[in-house]
C-alpha cells in the first residue's frame, strides 16, 4: 500500500482550491484525511505547482472553519468563519454521532440524525451558492433506511437527497447504502456508494494469522436476503463459497409494527469446521447478526467474524460481550464512518476498520477532476494483500 501515494499521478489542473468542511460530529475523521492530503501534496513533484490554477495547492490545512451556534430555544444558525468563494468543497457529516450534545431551553439534548441534517443544510446554505462545487461525503447515508415504501409512509431518503441536490449540492458520497437504488431520486446528479470490502480484508489479515483464505476452510454468510450482493462479492474476490439466512416471519401476528421472526431458516453447503465472515452494511442492536452466528456454531462453525460498515451498538456492547465470553463470535470488524464510543475502541473482540486515507484518495483524485473509478473497484488492492498473506508477508 505504501508507494499507491506516488502512483496515484494527478497531473491535471485542480476544479478549484480544496477546501474542506468536517461537521463536529465529523471532526476526528475529517482532521485525519486532512493529514494525509497535506502530506501527499507536500510530496507531490508537479512542474505546474507554481502556476495560478494551483493557487492554495501545498497549505498547512485543508480543513475550513464553520460553525453552527445555538439559540436557547434550541434553534440554529450555520456560519462559514473563512472564505469559500471559488473553493472546490468537501463537506463531511456523521449522522449517526449522538455524542454530540446542546442546550434545549436549559435540558441537555444528544443530536439525532435530524439535527445533524438539518447542520449540514445549514452549512450548505451559509455557503451561499459562493463555491465553485458542492460534494457532500456522508458516510451513513441520512435515513438510508426508509428507502422504499410499503403502506402509506414517508420516502425520507429520498427526498433528502433531492432537497440536497435543490440546495446546489453536484456530489453526494456515500458508504455501502442500505439499498442504493435510492439514487434514482436524483438520476442527474453523482451519487457514489462506496464498498469498504478491501478494508475489511486487509483488517482481518493484519489481525488474524493462520486462516486458510480457501472454499475447504471459510465461507461468507450474509445474514439476510437483503445483503446477498455485498456477500457475494467478498465470496467471489477471495474465492469462497457463499450461504445466507433468511427470516421466517409469522404473517398473522404483528408485534411492535411488524410480523414476528419465528427463526432465521440457513440456506448454503455444510458449515462444518470452517470459519464464517458474517458480512451486513450495519449493526444496530447486534441482535439478528449474533442469532446468526450462533445459528452458524449450532451447526458447528469454527471461527466467527463480523464485518460491518456502520457498527451503532444502539442496545450497548454487553450482548457482544457475551457472545465473545461464550465463544460465538471470534472478532467484529467496523469502520470509523460514525461516531465509536471510547468503550468500543478497547474491546478485545473489535477491529477498527480505518478509512480516513481511502477518503482522501477520494478528495484528492475528485479535487483533479480524475476518474476514481480504480478506487471503487478494489479487486486489484485485494488479491494483492491475499497474496501477501498467503506468503507470510503481511
Known amino acids: 500500500m505504501g508507494n499507491r501515494e506516488e502512483k496515484r499521478n494527478l497531473e491535471t489542473i485542480p476544479v478549484g482550491s480544496l477546501g474542506i468542511i468536517a461537521l463536529e460530529g465529523c471532526k476526528p475523521l475529517g482532521e485525519q484525511i486532512d493529514r494525509y492530503l497535506v502530506k501527499w501534496r507536500a510530496e507531490r513533484e508537479s512542474e505546474h505547482k507554481e502556476s495560478l490554477a494551483f493557487a492554495g ?30 473553493t472546490d468543497l468537501y463537506l463531511l457529516v456523521d449522522v449517526c454521532n449522538y455524542s454530540l450534545t446542546y442546550s434545549l431551553c436549559g435540558h441537555k439534548n444528544h443530536m439525532s440524525p435530524d439535527d445533524h441534517y438539518q447542520d449540514l443544510k445549514r452549512v450548505i ?108 462479492y467478498i465470496a467471489n474476490v477471495l474465492g469462497l463459497d457463499m450461504g445466507m439466512f433468511y427470516k421466517r416471519r409469522d404473517y398473522t401476528k404483528v408485534v411492535n409494527g411488524r410480523n414476528p421472526i419465528v427463526a432465521h431458516e440457513f440456506l448454503g453447503t455444510s458449515v462444518e469446521g470452517k470459519d464464517m465472515i458474517i458480512i451486513d452494511d450495519m449493526i444496530s442492536s447486534g441482535e439478528s447478526v449474533l442469532e446468526v452466528a450462533a445459528a452458524l456454531k449450532e451447526r458447528k462453525a469454527n471461527k466467527i467474524f463480523v464485518f460491518s460498515t456502520f457498527g451503532l451498538f444502539t442496545s450497548g456492547l454487553d450482548k457482544f460481550d457475551n457472545a465473545f465470553a461464550s465463544g460465538i463470535i471470534t472478532k467484529v470488524l467496523t469502520t470509523n464512518l460514525i461516531y465509536q464510543t471510547p468503550e468500543l475502541l478497547k474491546r478485545e473482540w473489535y477491529i477498527n476498520c480505518d478509512m480516513s486515507k481511502y477518503i482522501a484518495y477520494i478528495i484528492d483524485t475528485l479535487n483533479h477532476d480524475s476518474s476514481i473509478s480504480d478506487l471503487l473497484n478494489p479487486n486489484e488492492r485485494i488479491q494483492s494483500i491475499v497474496a501477501r498473506y498467503k506468503k507470510g508477508e503481511l
Open 57 to 86: 495547492y501545498q497549505r498547512e490545512s485543508y480543513l475550513l472553519k464553520s460553525a453552527v451556534p445555538r439559540f436557547g430555544s434550541g434553534e440554529a444558525k450555520g456560519m462559514i468563519l473563512q472564505s469559500v468563494r471559488g
Open 125 to 232: 446554505a451559509a455557503v451561499g451558492g459562493k463555491a465553485r462545487r458542492i460534494t457532500v461525503i456522508m458516510p451513513f447515508l441520512y435515513e438510508s433506511r426508509q428507502h422504499k415504501r410499503t403502506a402509506r409512509e414517508s420516502l425520507d431518503c429520498a427526498l433528502a437527497l433531492q432537497e440536497l441536490v435543490q440546495m446546489g449540492v453536484d456530489n453526494i458520497i456515500t458508504f455501502d447504502a442500505h439499498d442504493p437504488r435510492v439514487q434514482n431520486a436524483i438520476p442527474l446528479h453523482g451519487f457514489e456508494t462506496v464498498q469498504p470490502a478491501y478494508q475489511f480484508i486487509k483488517g482481518l489479515l493484519l489481525h488474524e494469522k493462520d486462516l486458510k483464505l480457501d472454499s475447504s476452510h471459510m465461507m461468507v454468510i450474509s445474514p439476510d436476503e437483503g445483503g446477498m450482493n455485498r456477500a457475494i
